[in-house]
């Protein structure tokens, strides 16, 4: 009696889910959620039930935005500047763009070139949807911020991985190795989520030559532009007329401008490209906040003071983790020329108690209540992300009872 009716709820259950899973689009089933930002809800939560958790999983900085950006939002508000805007961004905020573009990235658009979004995360979004067609491969140079993994397998195309190994610069070379007939874009990212590491001026010279060679995309994600610590940034756009037509550039306000909740980001390019994901976006978010817009065109017409303060802040913080950090024994890293991350490899300490790196990270979080985001979550096991946008007080004692967890595996 017990057994049939036990059976009878598994049977009506398991329908329950093969229903709930056919609801759900093929598609849709197979993308992985954003591995930081689960992390980050699960330390929230952890938080909230009183433990003390560290959380140096952050992946934005802990400033505040700036006072002259939170004022002209709120006088936005005040003006009444709270309708739909062109859905491209307002023409004020994509004339700024293109003159930033010119004054520090030494490249000339149009505003009609440049489409403004909600975060560059959008825009990444886009350029894949427009960019890909059934089965184009993307190289993937890994370590990887998994975002773009996820979006370029929604867009139909193939992600190509680059192992890359410390220190994490992406070369010609590489590209030569897996540039193949389906080749359709190169994605490049410095300096880079998880590694900080940034491509050698040569190298970036040589893959645009590749680039024009073999009539390859390449979608350049700039967004840490701003936050390097002696090495100088260069957009690969700026590199020559040719390149320049097959760039789309990836950049936004969150990091530099520490504006994560505002949600601007913008895309520069061809303007066919642009035009097309200007349309994807009239038909997916419209114009992202108008006041939003309007603090973001503060942000890169004000004073740019707060970005070098908070540039050098971070710096100072890279110091102080890496002169922490070296005393750790068992622990291995590069030094990070851009971002706010240390990616750290925990190879020496493998055989001692864990396998993966997911099963170390967690056991960190719940012996010593300490956050950092494993390896797999940019497809590099072995390593753990270590964020330096948090106070020196946080690393301090987060790399003390990192230091006294791994101190019992070695
Ligand atoms: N690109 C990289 C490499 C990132 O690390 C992030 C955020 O972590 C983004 C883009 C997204 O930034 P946004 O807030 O502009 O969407």
Not at 143 to 150: A, F, G, K, V
Request: glycine fraction near 6%; proline fraction near 5%; charged fraction near 25%.
């Amino acid at each position: 009696m017990y057994l049939s009716l036990l059976l009878y709820i598994a049977k009506w259950m398991a329908t329950g889910i093969i229903f709930l899973k056919n609801m759900i689009s093929f598609r849709i089933s197979q993308l992985s959620p954003s591995p930081t930002l689960v992390l980050d809800a699960k330390v929230k939560e952890m938080q909230r039930s009183g433990m003390p958790v560290i959380n140096l999983g952050i992946g934005e900085p802990d400033f505040e935005t700036p006072p002259n950006i939170k004022r002209a939002a709120i006088k936005a508000i005040r003006d009444g500047f709270t309708h739909y805007t062109e859905t491209a961004g307002i023409l004020e905020l994509r004339k700024e763009i293109a003159e930033k573009f010119e004054r520090e990235n030494h490249v000339l658009y149009d505003p009609s070139e440049i489409v403004v979004g909600c975060g560059s995360k959008h825009l990444l979004y886009s350029v894949f949807q427009v960019l890909c067609k059934e089965r184009d491969e993307v190289l993937v140079p890994v370590p990887t911020w998994s975002t773009y993994i996820e979006q370029i397998k929604l867009a139909g195309g193939k992600p190509k991985l680059i192992k890359l190994f410390p220190p994490f610069k992406l070369t010609a070379k590489d590209i030569i190795k897996n540039v193949s007939s389906h080749t359709q874009i190169i994605l490049i990212n410095s300096p880079a989520n998880p590694t900080g590491a940034m491509i050698d001026d040569e190298e970036l010279d040589k893959i645009a030559h590749l680039a024009v060679k073999h009539k390859l995309w390449v979608v350049s994600d700039e967004i840490y532009e701003k936050i390097t610590y002696g090495k100088k940034h260069i957009s690969i756009a700026s590199l020559n007329k040719k390149i320049k037509e097959r760039i789309i550039t990836i950049n936004g306000f969150s990091k530099a401008y520490a504006m994560t909740g505002w949600r601007v980001g913008y895309a520069a390019g061809p303007k066919e490209v642009i035009s097309a994901m200007g349309s994807l976006q009239s038909q997916m978010t419209s114009n992202t906040s108008s006041i939003s817009q309007m603090a973001a065109l503060e942000a890169i017409s004000g004073k740019q003071d707060p970005v070098e303060k908070m540039r050098r802040e971070f710096w100072k913080r890279s110091d102080f983790v890496l002169s922490l950090l070296c005393k750790i024994e068992g622990l291995s890293f590069v030094r990070p020329e851009g971002a706010f991350y240390f990616f750290v490899s925990l190879n020496q300490l493998f055989g001692k108690g864990f396998k993966t790196s997911r099963d170390w990270c967690e056991a960190l979080l719940g012996k010593e209540q300490v956050a950092v985001v494993p390896g797999e979550a940019f497809l590099y096991p072995g390593y753990f992300r270590l964020s330096f946008a948090c106070s020196l007080k946080d690393l301090s004692e987060g790399i003390v009872r990192i230091s006294r967890f791994v101190k019992k595996y070695v």
